[in-house]
Structure formats: C-alpha cells, structure tokens
C-alpha cells in the first residue's frame, strides 16, 4: 500500500510561478493513504485545498499553530507576541510588505507574516529581542511565530487522531519550516528547489523542482506499492 503524506504546499505543490499544479487535482484524490497539508499559509488555505480536492480535512498550518484533524481544530499557540514583535517592527519604520493586501494575515491565528522583501534584519532584531517569538524564512514569507510550535510537532497530532505512527508518513517540503517534519516522519523528500535547511535534513534531495518533484516521489512511492 501507499503511504501517507504530510506535504508542504507553495513550493512543493505548485509551478514556479506560484500557482497550484493541476496534477495535484488528478493525484491526491485518488491517493490511498491519508494526505496531510503541512504548510505556513493561513488556516483557510489548506481547508480550501483539501475541501477542493475532495480530501479529509487534515491540516497543519501557520508552521504548526494551527492543527485540524478529525473533525477538530486545535489552535496551539498564542498570537500575542508574534503580534507585539509585529507593531515593534512598524514602530521601528518596518514594513510587512504586503501593500493594501490584508488577507495574508488576516485569517492568521497564531502569528504574523511579513513578505519576502520586507526589511529582514529589522526583523530579525525584533525576534531576537524576546525568547517568545521565532522568525522563519519559508522563501514566500518572513513568519513571526511562536517557539512552542512546529510543524513537526502539527504532524504528531494528526497522526495521533488516525491512529498511524508519524514515521508511517513521507514527507515533501522545500523549506526551514519543513525540517520538523522531516525529523519525525519515516522519510522525507526535498524538491530541488528547497532551501539549505530543507536539503540537508532530507532523507533524499529531488533532482526535479516545484510540484514535478513531488510528481516524481508520487510515481516512485506509487510503483514501489504495486510490485
């Protein structure tokens, strides 16, 4: 039998232009084997995606501050200091980058994100300034977030709900905020776009990037399951 999947998404799932492969559609849903979105973007994207592919729901997001699974959200982090750095960081002439585009962080529940040309030094120092937020670089966004939560730590709780052992899972991701994910499932995958972070923690390091190396890890894990 296949195994189950816990998959980033931008990156991982979508072309270099940023938007979701339409493989994905023809894939996933005909998948064997639960599939998990493990991603830093905001609740509703993930519920979206898997609402739309005619999946479970089951999610980790904003970096594992949020988890969904079994029919029950758990909210795992509180949004205070993620947003105190946030206003620190404006007070301070920094900018979150994203113009007049409120729905990056508008449905956010548990941290801030600021975009990828935002001023990262200064938010560096801002993070740095309290033990009680972390900065991630995914690449798509600079995520103030809490330490107490991860994605790996997201994937825990989901298998948990289905009864399935977290190395049980693969995993495909292409960033920092994949690493906890790759240390706790039975094998991971890097796309070959992926980070230093990403690569060196993988299992594996892909020779195809964006959604055609998960494309790829799906044939693999799909043929290895028939023989």
């Given at each position: 039998?296949?195994?189950?999947?816990?998959?980033?998404?931008?990156?991982?799932?979508?072309?270099?232009?940023?938007?979701?492969?339409?493989?994905?559609?023809?894939?996933?849903?005909?998948w064997?084997?639960?599939?998990?979105?493990?991603?830093?973007?905001?609740?509703?994207?993930?519920v979206a995606?898997?609402t739309?592919?005619?999946?479970?729901?089951?999610?980790?997001?904003?970096?594992?501050?949020?988890?969904?699974?079994?029919?029950?959200?758990?909210?795992?982090?509180?949004?205070?200091?993620?947003?105190?750095?946030?206003?620190?960081?404006?007070?301070?002439?920094?900018?979150?980058?994203?113009?007049?585009?409120?729905?990056?962080?508008r449905w956010?529940?548990?941290?801030?994100?600021?975009?990828?040309?935002?001023?990262e030094?200064?938010?560096?120092?801002?993070?740095?300034?309290?033990?009680?937020?972390?900065?991630?670089d995914?690449?798509?966004?600079?995520?103030?977030?809490?330490?107490?939560?991860?994605?790996g730590?997201?994937?825990?709780?989901?298998?948990?709900?289905?009864?399935?052992?977290?190395?049980?899972?693969?995993?495909?991701?292409?960033?920092?905020?994949?690493?906890?994910?790759?240390?706790?499932?039975?094998?991971?995958?890097?796309?070959?776009?992926?980070?230093?972070?990403?690569?060196?923690?993988?299992?594996?390091?892909?020779?195809?990037?964006?959604?055609?190396?998960?494309?790829?890890?799906?044939?693999?894990?799909h043929?290895?399951?028939?023989?």
């Open positions: 039998m296949v195994p189950p999947l816990a998959l980033d998404i931008d990156g991982t799932l979508t072309t270099a232009d940023g938007r979701i492969d339409p493989r994905v559609f023809e894939r996933l849903p005909t064997d084997a639960p599939v998990v979105f493990a991603t830093g973007k905001a609740f509703p994207y993930p995606l898997a739309f592919l005619g999946l479970p729901i089951r999610v980790v997001a904003e970096n594992g501050g949020v988890v969904h699974a079994d029919g029950e959200t758990s909210i795992r982090a509180n949004p205070a200091a993620p947003q105190a750095a946030a206003e620190a960081f404006l007070e301070r002439g920094g900018s979150l980058g994203w113009g007049t585009d409120e729905t990056v962080n956010r529940e548990t941290e801030v994100a600021a975009a990828p040309d935002a001023d030094s200064l938010l560096r120092s801002v993070a740095a300034s309290t033990d009680d937020v972390d900065l991630i995914t690449g798509y966004a600079f995520h103030l977030t809490s330490p107490t939560v991860s994605k730590d997201g994937l825990r709780l989901v298998a948990e709900a289905l009864e399935l052992a977290p190395d049980a899972f693969v995993a495909i991701g292409d960033s920092e905020n994949d690493v906890s994910t790759f240390d706790v499932v039975g094998r991971s995958y890097a796309v070959a776009n992926a980070d230093q972070a990403a690569t060196t923690a993988a299992d594996v390091v892909l020779e195809e990037s964006f959604a055609d190396g998960t494309m790829a890890v799906l044939d693999t894990l043929t290895a399951a028939n023989r």
